[in-house]
């Protein structure tokens, strides 16, 4: 793994792991059910297992859609990356999690409609971050300097767009990712209740309208610091790709 990535992941132990642990170790303690602490656990698992590819992929596909935009605005592509781009403001999660529980309900499978319900908002937010940066970078302003610097030493377009104009649109997207995360993680909990889940979104639910506050209380820390951690990973990742970024000021959409 990348030092970046692995130094954010470091910095990011006392307000991800701990919540974490702690939200596991208090439903051990004040929890009605024996297993309660390893229900969560497991909780945990399937929830990150929900989040972390819908971002991963739905992120990555809004990225290169919105570059695109950016690049070729009038090809097909660029069409889907200013509608993703668009859409964002105009596409609640939760309307996404209620179409995907509809589909479940007709006979499809549950697993690859909760993926891309929650992938398709991170692919929105990518894209309306990504492309006005990949216009920056290919534009005549002060962050147009090293794709310049790059034609004129006589690179081609390709290798320009690829090494030098795409890791400064992918930058602001990863440093952004805070609210893509948010929105992840409230649609984990719709879903995961909706489809029946075991996630810690789905407990924490059931334990809510149980008028358990000793199931809620635990699922709701935990899930803290899963957001946290996800936080910081997409952090890593952005400091990882654009060095020049690594700072705490908060990008467009953070």
């Known amino acids: 793994m990348p030092r970046p990535v692995i130094r954010r992941l470091i910095d990011a132990v006392p307000t991800a792991v701990l919540p974490m642990a702690a939200g596991v170790g208090l439903s051990a303690l004040v929890a009605p059910q024996p297993d309660a602490a390893l229900a969560l656990l497991r909780g945990l698992v399937v929830t990150l297992l929900l989040t972390l590819p819908s971002l991963a992929v739905?992120?990555?596909?809004g990225t290169l859609a919105g570059s695109w935009a950016a690049v070729a605005p009038r090809s097909a592509g660029g069409l889907v990356g200013r509608l993703l781009a668009g859409a964002?403001?105009?596409l609640p999660g939760f309307l996404?999690?209620?179409l995907a529980a509809l589909a479940v309900r007709a006979g499809a499978s549950a697993a690859p409609l909760a993926w891309t319900a929650l992938s398709i908002p991170a692919a929105c937010q990518a894209a309306r971050l990504a492309r006005p940066a990949m216009g920056r970078a290919l534009g005549s302003g002060p962050e147009g300097g090293a794709v310049?610097?790059?034609r004129g030493l006589g690179l081609d377009e390709h290798t320009v767009l690829r090494h030098h104009a795409l890791p400064q649109a992918v930058a602001p997207?990863?440093?952004g990712l805070r609210a893509a995360v948010l929105a992840a993680m409230v649609g984990a909990v719709a879903l995961e209740s909706l489809?029946?889940?075991p996630g810690a979104g789905a407990l924490m639910i059931d334990a809510?309208?149980?008028g358990s506050a000793a199931g809620a209380v635990p699922a709701l820390l935990a899930l803290g610091g899963l957001t946290a951690l996800l936080n910081a990973l997409?952090?890593?990742v952005r400091d990882w790709i654009d060095p020049a970024n690594h700072s705490s000021t908060p990008y467009e959409g953070a």
């Open 58 to 61: 739905g992120t990555a596909l």
């Open 88 to 90: 964002g403001p105009l």
């Open 96 to 98: 996404l999690a209620a």
């Open 148 to 150: 310049r610097m790059a």
């Open 173 to 175: 997207v990863m440093g």
């Open 195 to 197: 489809l029946d889940l």
């Open 208 to 210: 809510a309208r149980a």
């Open 234 to 236: 997409g952090l890593g």
